[in-house]
């Protein structure tokens, strides 16, 4: 398996994982619409020198991804943290190791860069994907919140 940085012609399939999930279908457009929206963010995230979204490859087939952001706060002297975004992997390879290597690699990249600290959000009702993070030494030490704004 092998970890890297997305291309644009990994779109569909990122895009394919996101739908493969249970819980995002009913939020997840079935195509990139009339604004080209998957393809903007793609443009801009890829411009960013501190966000990058990756995706993990078995074989030929991409079959995980996330997006690991980093963020710059000026509490703790000026910190750095690393925020890992939209993490999946797709439902036919769940429990094969992608998901832990793919968050090794965002730690270590984490750590290479001098964060703090890694952080993720994760939908209450992902019970086991709890367990993986916290396997891996994730702590739930904070309670998050999010307002929705209408488009």
Not at 33 to 57: L, T, W
Not at 107 to 113: K, M
Not at 146 to 151: E, R, T, W
């Amino acid at each position: 398996m092998l970890v890297r940085p997305a291309r644009r012609g990994d779109l569909a399939a990122i895009v394919g994982l996101f739908a493969d999930d249970e819980l995002n279908v009913p939020l997840e457009p079935t195509s990139d619409g009339p604004n080209g929206g998957y393809r903007e963010a793609f443009d801009a995230i890829e411009g960013d020198p501190d966000n990058c979204v990756y995706v993990a490859e078995l074989g030929q087939s991409v079959m995980g991804t996330f997006q690991l952001t980093f963020i710059r706060q000026l509490s703790h002297g000026g910190c750095l943290v690393a925020q890992v975004e939209s993490g999946h992997v797709h439902s036919t390879v769940r429990s094969a190791g992608i998901g832990a290597a793919m968050l090794s690699w965002a730690i270590a990249e984490a750590r290479r860069r001098g964060c703090i600290r890694v952080q993720l959000t994760s939908n209450l009702k992902r019970l086991r994907a709890h367990q993986f993070y916290e396997r891996l030494g994730f702590r739930a030490t904070h309670k998050g919140m999010k307002l929705f704004l209408a488009p």
